[in-house]
């Protein structure tokens, strides 16, 4: 199987910062990796697809990057609507993985 | 717009049985792979199980294998999991969510709670 290792576990910013969450897999996945957004009581809303892919209604202010292994999820410009947990899903192989979780509140 | 509405939950003894079922509207339901995905109270996701759009192909994971069985009636616009043998870390949220071929779970149901507990 592969393992997602997600970091941080959480995040504290700043309305109008820049943060940066990263996953790790542990084997090449090709880039087959999204990123969902989470809030309380709420499902996962998928953000972004195949690395770097914005799904439509995704604001700009939120992107991907990375290659191999390694795979990195960035929002510039944090607002308050952002406060959520964040998950990466590898669906390059059986069985489809999620990292931990990240989440980021207020500072 | 795209729909996905589970139930069937609730509570139940360690050991018995349930059926989830997620009916979908808002899309032509036989042309996607289906998913369940599973949330415990606190916790991270879990993918449970998947099923392509003809039932060709199935997969569990290992946690669920040989307990949990995933189905769909495509003329009903119904995913189905049967869930036998429950633990007690089988407690969660569950999801149904639609998936393309190649691509990742793009919509989600609300979740339907299950709990195992004596």
């Known amino acids: 199987d592969i393992q997602m290792t997600q970091s941080p576990p959480s995040l504290s910013a700043s309305l109008g910062d820049k943060v940066t969450i990263t996953c790790q897999a542990s084997?090449?996945?090709?880039?087959?990796i999204a990123w969902y957004q989470q809030k309380p009581g709420k499902a996962p809303r998928l953000l972004i697809r195949?690395?770097?892919t914005l799904e439509s209604g995704t604001p700009s202010r939120f992107s991907g990057s990375g290659s191999g292994r390694d795979y990195s999820f960035s929002i510039s410009n944090v607002e308050s609507e952002d406060i959520a947990s964040y998950y990466c899903?590898?669906?390059?192989?059986?069985?489809?993985?999620f990292g931990a979780g990240t989440k980021l509140e207020l500072k | 717009e795209v729909q996905l509405v589970e139930s069937g939950g609730g509570l139940v003894q360690p050991g018995r049985s349930l059926k989830l079922s997620c009916l979908a509207s808002?899309?032509?339901?036989?042309?996607?792979?289906m998913n369940w995905i599973r949330q415990a109270p606190g916790k991270g996701l879990e993918w449970v199980a998947s099923?392509?759009?003809?039932?060709?192909?199935?997969y569990y994971a290992d946690t669920v294998k040989g307990r949990f069985t995933i189905s769909r009636d495509n003329a009903k616009n119904t995913l189905y999991l049967q869930m036998t043998s429950l633990r007690s870390e089988d407690t969660a949220l569950y999801y149904c969510?639609?998936?393309?071929?190649?691509?990742?779970?793009?919509?989600w149901g609300q979740g339907v709670m299950v709990t195992v507990s004596s």
């Open positions: 969510a639609r998936r393309i071929i190649r691509g990742p779970f793009d919509y």
């Open positions: 808002g899309f032509t339901f036989s042309n996607y792979g």
């Open positions: 099923i392509s759009s003809s039932s060709s192909y199935i």
């Open positions: 084997q090449n996945i090709n880039k087959y």
């Open positions: 195949y690395t770097s």
């Open positions: 899903l590898q669906y390059d192989n059986l069985p489809y993985t």
